[in-house]
């Protein structure tokens, strides 16, 4: 068992938070080079570590913060990648932040963090290179992910410590809470900030100094120059560049047919002028904020002036968060919803399974399924109403009343607890709420939804070979816009990652070994999730609405039938090696050196 | 600054010339290193210009996108990427402006001024306005923290490893981290750093403002944050 040449410190911090002892866990060799790194290692670690079926917010479920082998080099927009079991989904839970968190941790000298255990009281843990100490977060409890951020830089005396934080969300257990870097970027899929919260561990703050070794750094920077020019002279971003994914709220109503319009029922927002990255432009953007050496600075930071919410700065919108807070409400006051959305942010929030289960209620009330009075407290969650919005997400955030509580659960357990008719219009799969693209307008959406190893989410990529891309791209847990999306993955992945890798750890990957790997990755994942809540074909599929034709808008009429769900099922199954049903046959497992997952899901 | 000319006109002690010269060798190819040891002196006669530059952050554009970090740590320590090294630093202020801290190149350059040793183990380079370290082993290294509080907007810091305290020598004439900065900026953005010819003292504009204090500035400037606290 050797450590890893290059690419790796080949160490993890296991911080076992209910007696404080902080130890070292190696990272061997063959270890980084068949899990690479985020994604797949956080699969690989709790696939092994975690017992089957722990409750996903008991002290037992394992929070692991990850950096890839990219990180910290001079490949461009690295990520940080959290995996735990996910108290939304109770399948495996992933979730990638852009922002500077990734790197300083991997300067710091350390690969990853394990966390186990629950605090007694709340903590945070200090990182500076190899000084590691847990330190008490009394004081911080229940404040704001922005002052929390704030604090922790006064209480350290040091300007350049990066954290990771929970806002109260996360301390109050809603099941859709983030965990937030550099105050506007969210780690946010999944409930990581609950299962932060549940641990009683409030933040991590890093500062890092060292280099990350590498093996041939001379043909390392060559090959990350080239993802760099790669990224940077993709025409595609221009519009990014200046407008931030924003750009997509208009394109995605007038063009595309995948802006999401009142709970996914129609994807034609009129009011899409007062939303959108225009208005934005006009009115709110000050400044553009860029991850570390990203080529395509996609964050607007903005204030709002002369409205209600006079000198709110907040960052957005981006797509998602824009859509989802603006059309998918009908709200169409630009205020209401950037105030929501850094609402959202200094809570620790997700913006998408917020915006989602808004949308929800309101259409519950709409369709009599859900009494304002009696179930919500007085909200008046109405479509339009923005003030309704903001009141119900404070609400969600420190699980005020019966509203609170009820909308704080995600929408799938929102429709079971209310029956009948009402999961019908919840708008989630495997219990992770869907993004903000209509699957309808665009079918590639309904692959990434249904078949996701986390759930309904928009960035699982939009075929069978596109999931495997992205898996790989969270893996090394670089940046989509940088490692790769669909239309140019032939130009930047795989070989640049190969050669990458190649050249930092000494392996010898070729494409092959790349998509191998990506498979590996896909179905461990899978395995995770058939051990833990038994997923098949039956789950890998869309709500019922998107079986009935798009109302309006340019791809009116179009629909998501039966067929379309079956054909994307058996092209998935087919090409990762998987049965009819939707489970690893114990011939692939062997294949792919999963060789331990067999008995946990092959059945005899 | 008298001294420096005098120490210039004068010419070096021996042991710091050979010093200096073992220097340029190392940041040359080999073969151009034997013959710039065996020069006794560079030839007066050379027909390039003296590159006098300064270094200048036009702080509201700048995206703390760090590759001007990156491409400076690679250029100073051989392709490795270790912003803790890099002698320009980025820091972002409440997660709203970012501030480039530079080295200014100031004429009167207080930091040589400041600096106890003797013979002095920093020197500006006239041919480049380079602020260059030269003498490890006269610098007192972690002991002293002269130059570090001399510094007028205290951009100094110190390696982590060795204690020392990083100097912008401008890569010899052609700042790697404007170049960085000038292709991230390429298209829909403005660049931050600009480097130009020396002149009219454009460069000590803001020499007197620290970090903190610029982005003081800046959040005012571009967000006008109203008397309800720092969040609004």
């Given at each position: ?63 692991c ?28 839970g ?48 229940g ?6 951020d ?54 991590i ?26 990224a ?23 063009n ?74 009908a ?32 259409e519950?009330v ?105 898996t ?22 795989p ?22 790997t ?55 199954y ?31 | ?10 010419g ?74 890099s ?43 380079a ?10 290294g ?15 810091r ?51 403002v ?6 003081e ?16």
């Open positions: 068992m050797a450590a890893p040449k290059g690419c790796y410190f080949g160490k993890l911090l296991d911080v076992d938070l209910s007696s404080g002892k902080i130890t070292t866990k190696t990272l061997e060799e063959k270890i980084c080079h068949d899990y690479l790194g985020g994604i797949g290692l956080g699969a690989y670690l709790l696939y092994k570590e975690l017992p089957a079926k722990t409750d996903p917010l008991s002290p037992q479920n394992m929070l913060v990850l950096t890839g082998p990219l990180n910290g080099t001079a490949c461009p927009a690295c990520r940080l990648n959290v995996s735990f079991k996910s108290p939304l989904t109770g399948i495996y992933h979730t990638q932040v852009g922002g500077p968190m990734g790197n300083e941790l991997k300067w710091s000298g350390w690969d990853g963090i394990i966390f186990r255990g629950k605090a007694p009281k709340p903590v945070y843990l200090h990182i500076y290179d190899d000084k590691v100490e847990l330190r008490d977060a009394g004081k911080l409890w404040k704001d992910t922005y002052t929390t704030e604090m922790l830089k006064e209480e350290l005396q040091d300007l350049d410590i990066k954290t990771l934080v929970i806002g109260p969300a996360g301390e109050n257990g809603v099941l859709f809470s983030a965990m937030i870097v550099d105050r506007f970027r969210a780690a946010a899929r999944s409930g990581g900030g609950a299962v932060m919260g549940s641990k009683n561990l409030k933040a703050a890093v500062h890092g100094t060292k280099a990350v070794p590498l093996l041939n750094i001379d043909a390392f920077n060559n090959a990350a120059k080239q993802a760099a020019e790669a940077r002279t993709q025409e595609a971003w221009d519009g990014i560049k200046r407008m931030g994914t924003a750009v997509l709220i208009e394109n995605a109503n007038y595309s047919g995948t802006l999401v319009t009142k709970n996914y029922q129609t994807s034609w927002f009129p009011d899409v002028g007062r939303i959108g990255a225009e208005e934005a432009y006009r009115t709110f953007w000050k400044r553009n904020v860029s991850c570390p050496n990203c080529p395509v600075h996609c964050m607007k930071v903005g204030v709002l002036r002369n409205t209600g919410f006079d000198g709110l700065i907040a960052e957005g919108p981006e797509y998602e968060t824009g859509t989802l807070f603006g059309s998918n409400l709200v169409s006051d630009f205020d209401f919803m950037m105030k929501a959305v850094e609402y959202c942010d200094a809570m620790g929030m997700d913006t998408i399974s917020a915006g989602v289960v808004c949308g929800y209620a309101m519950l709409e369709r009599g399924l859900l009494n304002v009075e009696k179930d919500l407290d007085g909200i008046e969650l109405r479509w339009g109403n923005g003030e309704a919005v903001l009141k119900a997400l404070e609400a969600i955030a420190f699980r005020k009343g019966k509203a609170g509580a009820f909308l704080g659960m995600g929408t799938k357990r929102m429709g079971e607890k209310l029956g009948g008719d009402a999961p019908k219009y919840a708008m989630q799969v495997k219990g992770q709420e869907m993004a903000a693209h209509e699957p309808r307008g665009f079918k590639g959406r309904g692959v990434s939804y249904a078949l996701g190893p986390r759930g309904g989410c928009h960035h699982e990529g939009n075929d069978p070979q596109g999931q495997a891309l992205w790989m791209i969270g893996s090394a847990v670089m940046c989509t816009f940088i490692g790769g999306v669909p239309f140019n993955k032939a130009k930047i992945n070989q640049v990652v190969c050669d990458m890798l190649n050249a930092g750890a000494g392996w010898n990957w070729t494409p092959d070994v790349y998509w191998t990506a498979k590996r990755l896909i179905t461990l994942q899978r395995c995770f999730n058939i051990r833990e809540a038994g997923i098949s074909r039956k789950d890998d599929r869309l709500p019922d609405r998107f079986k009935e034709p798009l109302p309006e808008g340019p791809k009116k009429g179009q629909s998501f039938s039966e067929e379309d769900t079956k054909k994307m099922q058996d092209a998935y087919a090409y990762y090696g998987w049965d009819d049903n939707g489970i690893p046959t114990a011939e692939t497992l062997q294949k792919l050196g999963l060789d331990y997952a067999v008995a946990d899901v092959v059945k005899k | 600054m008298s001294n420096e000319k005098e120490e210039q006109k004068d070096l002690s021996r042991r710091l010339f050979l010093k200096r010269s073992v220097q340029v060798a190392a940041a040359l190819p080999i073969a151009g290193a034997v013959a710039e040891a065996a020069t006794p002196a560079p030839a007066p006669s050379a027909p390039t210009k003296p590159k006098m530059k300064y270094l200048f952050a036009e702080r509201a554009a700048c995206t703390g996108c760090r590759a001007c970090e990156y491409a400076c740590s690679q250029f100073h320590e051989k392709g490795v990427t270790r912003p803790a090294l002698r320009i630093h980025i820091r972002r202020y409440k997660g709203i402006v970012d501030v480039p801290n530079i080295c200014w190149h100031c004429e009167d350059a207080p930091c040589i001024k400041s600096c106890p040793t003797t013979p002095k183990a920093i020197r500006k380079v006239k041919e480049t306005n602020i260059e370290f030269i003498d490890n082993k006269t610098c007192l972690a002991k002293c923290n002269k130059c570090i509080e001399a510094c007028p907007p205290k951009y100094l110190r390696n982590p490893d060795t204690g020392w305290p990083l100097f912008c020598d401008l890569c010899g004439g052609d700042p790697e981290c404007v170049k960085a900065c000038n292709k991230m900026a390429e298209g829909e953005l403005a660049p931050t750093l600009i480097t130009k010819q020396s002149g009219g003292g454009v460069n000590l504009t803001y020499r007197e620290t970090a903190d204090e610029a982005a500035s800046l959040i005012q400037n571009f967000y006008f944050p109203n008397n309800e606290g720092d969040r609004r």
